[in-house]
């Protein structure tokens, strides 16, 4: 499985984002998607998930501002509203074959190459 992150960028306080991630190659195997952000000097942690029967699970940190969306299979979309400077960070999507859902980084074997997020105050 090969994944591939899109989206990402400079965006004000108070703006939006989406991000994607498409999957590629044995993607009959993926059994859920997640994205991760680790900001500068912090340990990577996790944002939401969506498995592949569509449940989406988000952490507290986005709920209420992020939207996870998508096909595991496929694509995958973060909807970023109401970013904050706090927000600043390398997204990355990952994806699992061996766990049926994760809020761990160790369970996930695929990470795509994360794409910066940049909110200005």
């Known amino acids: 499985v090969q994944l591939q992150a899109y989206g990402g960028g400079l965006v004000q306080a108070g703006g939006s984002l989406i991000i994607s991630c498409q999957a590629t190659?044995?993607?009959?195997?993926?059994?859920?998607m997640g994205w991760f952000r680790q900001a500068s000097g912090k340990r990577r942690e996790l944002v939401a998930t969506?498995?592949?029967?569509?449940?989406t699970i988000l952490e507290d940190a986005v709920k209420g501002r992020f939207t996870i969306s998508g096909d595991v299979k496929n694509t995958v979309y973060l909807q970023m509203n109401y970013l904050q400077p706090e927000d600043t960070a390398i997204y990355y999507c990952?994806?699992?074959?061996?766990?049926?859902?994760?809020?761990?980084?160790?369970?996930?074997?695929?990470w795509g190459q994360g794409t910066l997020v940049t909110v200005s105050s």
């Open positions: 990952a994806a699992t074959s061996t766990s049926a859902w994760s809020s761990s980084s160790y369970d996930y074997d695929y």
């Open positions: 190659g044995t993607v009959p195997s993926i059994n859920a």
């Open positions: 969506i498995t592949s029967e569509g449940r």
